[in-house]
């Protein structure tokens, strides 16, 4: 890991914040759309060391957070039917939904079952023949192309007891629908590197046209991400907005075409609701036709059902993956609400914004607090 010195050198990070200290004559407001990028701002302290005239928010990058409570209501309901085994990553399992979460399920007598990967779970077919195994794959373009070669897998091998509940997600819809919403007050993007790696960055020239909003592909360190609000702040201050590509390292303007030519073969593009943020046209991947018999939906007839509510009216999730508040805002939040107890899917997840502050701020404030 040695080639990463450099981007989390406190020397290199400080020059980049007083070139943006430098650069800025008038308060801007950023997001960043990625829950590892969320969690490296403020475990490095990368906020705090902005002038007071910009400002992070942090928008809904962390695809835990984002599935749709009706899709963990789905996912219950199969979970509990005889003969079923559901199997989704770790923290999809305690995320709420209306009546409960997967581990819940489990409570109940459903087999749920975690896995680490999709491929997981279609080794548990063939182990398991006599039993439907439903795999609820969730996450942005950055997961999906492994679940996508896992449904193509079971449709060369032949395997008639795997499904999938898709839940996969598109960022380039939610940045639509973030800046359509009438209390929009975002200037500019730091788009997630992972995402861009895949699917390349052609997709946001549009939106940064459109919109007149500067969208800068950004990677994950200190470093990285100071450089990356610098060339977005540039973009702002000489009324430019561009797509500009930071993490060249990774990323490059036609991403991953292997994998983007799996996604085009096993997906279309559908509607779909994400948490917090309602539905969102072409903002899902849903099963191609030639690939529909692996549908869990279709396959077992489920009804859907039209809510996004949060279990909890504490819970202020929903806001906060909307860039509308901070987690420290909620009234629950490390008290009522916290990783071991979450309330909502936000502190559940490792890459949600509650479980950052969680980890790292309320630590700083508690050693800040007078003996």
């Known amino acids: 890991m040695k080639y990463l010195d450099e981007y ?13 200290a430098e650069t800025v004559t008038r308060p801007w407001t950023l997001m960043e759309v990625c829950g590892g990028q969320t969690h490296s701002i403020l475990r490095h302290g990368v906020d705090s060391m902005l002038p007071p005239d910009v400002s992070l928010l942090h928008g809904p990058g962390c695809p835990v957070c984002v599935t749709a409570t009706n899709t963990i209501d789905t996912a219950i309901d199969l979970a509990l039917r ?16 209306t009546r409960g979460d997967l581990l819940d399920a489990r409570a109940k007598g459903g087999d749920v079952r ?18 439907q195994i439903v795999f609820l794959g969730i996450g942005f373009e950055t997961t999906a192309p492994t679940t996508a070669l896992t449904v193509h897998r079971a449709r060369a091998e032949g395997i008639e007891n795997f499904s999938l509940l898709a839940a996969h997600v598109r960022v380039p819809p939610a940045l639509r629908a973030l800046l359509d919403a009438p209390d929009a007050s975002i200037d500019g993007f730091l788009a997630a590197g992972h995402v861009c790696t895949v699917m390349g960055y052609g997709e946001y020239h549009p939106i940064a046209a459109e919109y007149g909003v500067p969208i800068v592909v950004t990677g994950f360190e200190p470093v990285d991400l100071l450089q990356g609000i610098l060339m977005c702040l540039r973009q702002l201050e000489t009324g430019r907005a561009e797509v500009e590509n930071q993490y060249t390292r990774c990323v490059k303007a036609e991403g991953n075409p292997t994998a983007r030519s799996l996604l085009r073969n096993v997906f279309h593009h559908v509607d779909r609701r994400w948490r917090g943020l309602g539905k969102i046209a072409h903002s899902g991947l849903g099963l191609a036709e030639q690939y529909e018999h692996f549908d869990a939906e279709r396959r077992f007839g489920v009804v859907d059902r039209e809510t996004d509510l949060e279990r909890s009216s504490q819970c202020i999730s929903g806001d906060v993956l909307r860039g509308k508040c901070k987690p ?22 490792t ?13 700083a404030a508690s050693a800040e607090a007078p003996a």
């Open 8 to 20: 989390r050198d406190p020397d290199a990070a400080a020059r980049y914040a007083r070139l943006i």
């Open 82 to 97: 005889p003969g079923v085994t559901l199997c989704s990553f770790g923290d999809m399992l305690r995320v709420p939904g």
């Open 114 to 131: 975690m896995v680490y990967s999709p491929l997981d779970a279609l080794a548990l077919a063939h182990k398991l023949p006599d039993r």
């Open 328 to 349: 420290t805002d909620c009234a629950a939040f490390g008290a009522a609400c916290t990783p071991e107890h979450p309330l909502g899917a936000t502190m559940v997840s």
């Open 351 to 363: 890459e949600g914004a509650c479980s950052a502050y969680y980890r790292y701020r309320r630590i």
